[in-house]
């Protein structure tokens, strides 16, 4: 381990519970995914922190059919993205699919490569494979990951989670 290695894990890990803003990332192309989205925020803003999603608070480019040119729209969201991430404290990552989507892997390896504290959560059965839950370059990432196949459970060990620490 190198001593830029060295010096990116003390800063993530010594800066525990310090800044309240969380930068949500994971899927939003349905709306069952957007309303789990939503409760999570819900969770996290009741508990003091100060969340920027992308699906209600930046660009979705599926939304902007026609309006702009796909370069446009990539610099669009890209731009507000990356400034969004270098503004947070927290990253926090819905997980669920095979393999997290590819926009919130990307977000996950700029917040950790930028010193930000890292949390997921997982309610999908799916794994990367039958001994790993989660590919060994996303879960090392995290501080923690809560995990449940019952999206309720999952909100409700969060909110306990969240009574007795920080993130």
Known sequence: MNSENISNETNTY??????KKVFFSGPLFN???KDFNL???KVLEANGYQVFIPQRDGIEAAKMEGS????ELTEMVFNLNTDKLKWCNI???NLDGRAPEEGSSFELGFAYAS???CYGLKTD???FESRLDLNPLIGGCMIKIFKSYNGDELI????????????
Not at 14 to 19: K, L, Q
Not at 156 to 167: A, D, G, H, R, V
């Open 115 to 117: 010193g930000k504290r």
């Open 31 to 33: 709306q069952g995914e």
């Open 156 to 167: 409700k060990e969060l909110e306990q989670y969240l009574s007795n620490n920080k993130l």
């Open 39 to 41: 409760k999570i925020v």
């Open 14 to 19: 010594n800066n525990a519970g310090e800044g």
């Open 68 to 71: 702009k040119s796909e370069d």
């Open 125 to 127: 059965t799916r794994s």
């Open 91 to 93: 990253l926090f990552i």
